[in-house]
């Protein structure tokens, strides 16, 4: 059974960094592209990066662009996203999630880890 | 960027109803368009992706259509655990952006 489960979330003052993580299992993580994707209170889904299988190819949001860092490590089937230079906006509720086949669907989601910007 | 648009923002239907909701693409996007359930406080949840290929366990009064830059998802008999919010996400080019969602809750 796929599992993702986050954690690293937490309050962070603006300006700050924080480091979260995604703990996959049940498939062969090295072999999926993953993605994470943010909701602010009340609004809507904003994907935010993904990480091919490899590590070798990222993309991000502009929104996030040069400011979040994905990564992945496959011994550990774990994702990672470091944040830095954190801002108000960047307050969500943060997903991982797995890529699905050809079409990029994401097909499993995790729980969800909530970050708070604020001072 | 590829901007994605939602019809309804959000709908009133009752257990039994034929519901569609669509979504638009600013450029065509081929056929490289997911749709996910979102309930209160839970992950989303893939129903249908590649515009019409219904995603495993998904029950099948979901159904998905569409090419290019228009598409529709259809419930065709809303069982009261439908109400939630749908949300169509493009995934032909990053940033693979999700459309506003679409609210649908009991009438």
């Known amino acids: 059974e796929v599992e993702l489960l986050e954690s690293g979330g937490g309050l962070v003052q603006p300006g700050g960094s924080l480091r979260l993580s995604c703990a996959a299992s049940?498939?062969?993580?090295?072999?999926?592209?993953m993605s994470w994707v943010r909701q602010a209170p009340g609004k809507g889904l904003e994907w935010v990066s993904v990480?091919?299988?490899?590590?070798?190819?990222?993309d991000y949001a502009d929104s996030v662009k040069g400011r979040f860092t994905i990564s992945r490590d496959n011994s550990k089937n774990t994702l990672y996203l470091q944040m830095n230079s954190l801002r108000a906006e960047d307050t969500a509720v943060y997903y991982c999630?797995?890529?699905?086949?050809?079409?990029?669907?994401?097909?499993?989601w995790g729980q969800g880890t909530l970050v708070t910007v604020s001072s | 960027d590829i901007q994605m648009t939602q019809s309804p923002s959000s709908l009133s239907a009752s257990v039994g109803d034929r519901v569609t909701i669509t979504c638009q693409a600013s450029?065509?996007?081929?056929?490289?368009l997911n749709w996910y359930q979102q309930k209160p406080g839970t992950a989303p949840k893939l129903l249908i992706y590649?515009?019409?290929s219904l995603q495993s366990g998904v029950p099948s009064r979901f159904s998905g259509s569409g090419s290019g830059t228009d598409f529709t998802l259809t419930i065709s008999s809303l069982q009261p655990e439908d109400f939630a919010t749908y949300y169509c996400?493009?995934?032909?080019?990053?940033?693979?952006?999700f459309g506003p969602g679409t609210k649908v809750d009991i009438k």
């Open positions: 999630a797995k890529e699905g086949g050809s079409y990029l669907d994401l097909d499993y």
């Open positions: 049940g498939f062969t993580f090295r072999s999926y592209a």
């Open positions: 990480i091919s299988g490899s590590g070798g190819s990222t």
């Open positions: 450029q065509s996007i081929r056929s490289y």
């Open positions: 590649a515009a019409s």
């Open positions: 996400q493009q995934s032909y080019s990053a940033p693979r952006t």
